[in-house]
């Protein structure tokens, strides 16, 4: 038999619920995982999010970004609405656009202990000039930790056309 | 002589044929084979897909992908036509999108026994997150193994822009 | 002499002002106006602004539009920077899509009288759904009240294409 | 007071509801009004879905369009989750394309009593042609009845470029 | 009672049919078409044929063209296999583009007497220069033939973009 | 008898003709016309030749355009390979942007008497700008003279997103 | 003889001048005409600029817009060069973008007397909102008034879709 | 002296050949070369060609493709008109996607003996589905052989995104 | 804790600050920097600047660029404000875009002694040319100046479509 | 003191020059180099030209082209304005367009010495093919001849698509 319902997944309480409260505090304590059913083979899990929204922590403007979080699962996935509930939580808090990308994967890999995991955020400008930070990892002593360390050297080597509009 | 007719093609049941029946439950019996005619080369067959869609095992709402399918043919060949049968035969069907594209692979390696096969399947988004899930292999103990390793080592580099609109 | 600088424009608070204050609650008194240097002129001022957020009445979840205002000034001008104030002030307030144009407009008409205004927010969807409410306004008794009426006439004869990705 | 809450719209009862049903059978039942708050004004209302899907009625084979939908509210405005379950009912039925789009428009009309409303279904192709018909309606008697005969005379002019790719 | 089944169109023979035979000769006759159910109504369909081919007159060499029509349907509305076969009846057979483009609007005007249509075609270059007929025509004696005459003057006012890439 | 052949066709000398000359001279008098098959319907015909090539009369450096030329034909058509001979005339010939879109316009009129004709010109910029004559003409004394005043007066007002990369 | 030449055109000092010099003082003065060859004829000219830059009249910090000029000369035309050099003048010249694109009307409308010009500024967003002025003037008395006003009613009916990015 | 005329190429007899005949059978004896004038210097040339069409073998319906052939070449160079005909050769004939990707490979490596070559097709959708088979040659025991290996390792690891339309 | 506050970052004086003063002249003494809070890590920073404008050291007429900067940080990181200072400072400046590149990324080693650092500058056309410099740096000695190495070997295989519109 | 001014540069002669003589015959004799500032590091510099047009050497017919030209400079770089003249001694001169791409890069090799440089043309298509060549270049005995076959085992791996529109 393939696939699985509702009830072989309990520990998922997000997903589907009617109550969902929305932390406004940042919260990494929302997010909730489910088991992986492939665990024997690597392959690649990707987000987008493209309504990612925070604050600058020293004018208090707000700040804007799509975010891609991509991983391959070792035994644990995260579950998406409780990723949606966790980056919401990023809301009315403020962080450098820097700081920000790296918390996001120290969160994820202390939840998922994943083989690998990457984070780039794509910010929108303030006064002419956009930040885009890209962090990675690789559990290391694995071949994740080298696999981590060739997608830096090669990453981004065809930056998208920026114009601001 | 080049080509070949419908005759040299017995074994395909579904192109062409004027009673095709839609099965609404999940079935990969409706896959079909032709031969390989070019088996000493390596070459790659993609399949576009824009038109998958599915349910989601929690909520039951319908969820829309484009999956991309690719391989390297060995023996055996999939025809088009029962692969739409078999695309179609999750309409009414829920899984979670990571499983849902394992699971094709797991299908169409049993079924062709391929050389390289790769699925990457691109949702909408729910909640303003999409979901792309990228599954890849390469026959066990042969250079094709490496190969899936290493695509897995570079895949998706360059995320595509998403706006959810 | 043409232009104006700084010492012409008492009135104008927040722009280059260090300190703004970013207020969370819904308020319309943050807008501040400078005066029309072309009143003998019509012409039209369009903002875009993608950076708009609010949150869903009923579920509290967030929810983002790219809002296009465009207006034919009288004798007041909207200052962009106290425009920024006002649309954060809906990013932890409630309303439907359909309604929060409605209110942008009414605002906008209060503060500035203009001659014409239009508002139109396109939202990102909600379980693949998107919803984009056009608004406009012509002075009541004017030529830009039927100016108004005309333009809904032939309002989005041709939707940008949608593909929720 | 701006802005409205859960507690003004006992009628909504999908929107925010945990447990929702999908109906596989075609089922303008389930769709639901709530009140317009702005009814001196005339605006229109976009619903983007791009997740459209119903059955040929012929070949029983799948067919997939994005719906474009458009109206300018009366009195009654429709909730767009009761509007993605109508849409839903779509998914295992069968019609010709022109007649879906014709009875979407007779729907509406019956369920809200619009002043004007626009359908207009894009599908993807089959055999290398592809079928957008667009249907509209302006409340018989009054001036948009003579606005829906306008936009027909200049509907489309400016086909978008189609590759099927 | 919505929608409409097989057993509802004993006319439309082609749809559907296993056997279809691929005229190589011009062939307007194959052309079929259903009832409108709908009459009261005015409506637009939209065929988007990106697979068009013909052959030069005077050189033999092929053509390659996108044809969009588009019209209003009277009683009967042309069947959509059909008109691919249609379509296909032109791929080794030879015409000036600007007369192609006249032959089907005769052709279809003939066929289901519909109250307006028109048919662009887009054609890829030749030397460096591309060329795009527009010919529409409306119901003699009725409003339609002002529609036409009324379209045709405001007509492709922004060419688009060629770069013969 | 639908269609025309070769023998038809005696006044065109250089469609197909393998001894073609490029005159590096201005001369319209390469263009050759065809005869109207269908002169009791007034429809368009559009090339689009982003290969124009031309001489700055001041400073003698190159300028490069794409040239859209639009018309409804009257009695006669222009041929395609003299039109593309007639604007290769240009390449080594020197005038202001703006005086070789109209005479472009004067030629074609005085060649083929047509009921309407337009002929934009886009060029790539110099020094960071760039310039876009639209010059037209209807038939004075007719309805096409209206034509082309109606035309002018909406002409571009959505101007293409220009960035000189 | 169709064309003109340098000896034509003593008037133009700037275009082919190797000595340019740029203003950075705002200078209508550099801008210069030369006589419009085709007077009896209503045609449009459109200039492209995208490359215009200056500085914020309150906090100094530098603004970036392409702008379109477009219009339908009389007797004089301004000449493309002296127009990059007046555009330049701007460079460290402070404005509201509202107030730039009115003075360029009127610096135009100055010096070559047209009928109709029209000017659209879109600038790049400061703090996530850009503003995109238009400004248009007919000669007053004329027809070309009455144009003016039409534009304006129908202008931007399409607002392009800015993303920030 | 740089560069060839007419003289030197006694072998091309199609290219400028007002006589040219298209061959509506499969046939690849009109291929022709010209010898490579920098056969110490390892280059690539890439033929790309969006107008080629051949018919299923199992139902007679036409199918189109972009084709984008790409090779080093040795000693000979196809010229690009014959390969022109060789590939309309195919219009009425009928193949599998994957074979007449793989038939034209052999029948250029048979014609010109290339160091390298690939083929891509990428085909038009029936029933929803495209498909694109990708056909690569390095000649072998040499390096080249080596170099098709290594390229099919990383083949279109960003499939480009198709929606059908 | 995460994130971190005003007063955890004195030495930011730029961001925030209402009294922004733009130099003119070309002036790397602006350029503050702030610590990184993670440097166990390697991740790399992107900032996309579309507003770089400078003069040329022949003409003096004005050229524009966007630069794209990317690096990995070590100890210290650039502060985007004050890199937007230094930018500007180029304004009214000339330099060669080949020199230009190099001195920025010259500045930006001297001020934070990065690990890697790249930048790619893309200026619009001059003449029908526009000039792309791109240089990068790694620590000599260490495996980030081998990256450098293989990032150019590998650098932009796939250049821009350009069309100087 | 960073950049250079034209009295650094008495070897540049057409930059800024009003007299610029353009020749007709193919002459790479017009071009001139400037000293490399910045030896001691490897960077590459691209120019973009869109603007290339040459002859058939066959048909005598205009050939367009787009010419990608990137290299990495040793001691001397070729100065953009003389680049210009160079190409444009193409415009009446007659090649192949594989033979042209050689040619240029054999004659920047002889003009510079670079340590590497690479050519791509982008033709537009004739009879529905286009051809673009790709060649590069490496100096003989260095890493960079290394550079050279590296880059042309991985060149365009992902063919941009071509329509002919
Ligand atoms: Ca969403
Ligand atoms: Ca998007
Ligand atoms: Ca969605
Ligand atoms: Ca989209
Ligand atoms: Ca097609
Ligand atoms: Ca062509
Ligand atoms: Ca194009
Ligand atoms: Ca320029
Ligand atoms: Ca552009
Ligand atoms: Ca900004
Ligand atoms: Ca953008
Ligand atoms: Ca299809
Ligand atoms: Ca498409
Ligand atoms: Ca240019
Ligand atoms: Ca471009
Ligand atoms: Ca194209």
Chains 1, 2, 3, 4, 5, 6, 7, 8, 9, 10 share one sequence.
């Not at 992986?36 to 707000?62: A, M, S, W």
Request: glycine fraction near 8%.
């Amino acid at each position: 038999m393939v696939g699985r319902g509702k009830e072989d997944l309990p520990e998922i309480t997000q997903l589907g619920n009617q109550g969902t409260k929305y932390s406004f505090e940042y919260d990494p304590g929302v997010l909730e995982t489910f088991e992986n059913n492939h665990p024997t083979r690597d392959y690649f899990v990707k987000f987008n999010t493209p309504e990612f929204t925070t604050l600058c922590p020293i004018t208090g403007q707000p700040d804007f970004a799509t975010v891609y979080i991509s991983y391959i699962p070792d035994v644990k996935m995260v579950e998406s609405k409780s990723l949606k509930l966790y980056l919401f939580s990023f809301r009315n808090h403020g962080d450098f656009h820097e700081d920000a990308m790296n918390i996001i994967v120290n969160d994820l890999v202390e939840l998922m202990d994943p083989r690998y995991i990457e984070v780039w955020g794509k910010f929108t400008p303030r006064g002419g000039i956009s930040i885009d930070p890209y962090v990675n990892y690789g559990k290391p002593g694995t071949k994740y930790e080298k696999m981590a360390e060739q997608r830096l050297l090669y990453h981004d080597m065809y930056p998208e056309t920026i114009t601001n509009r």
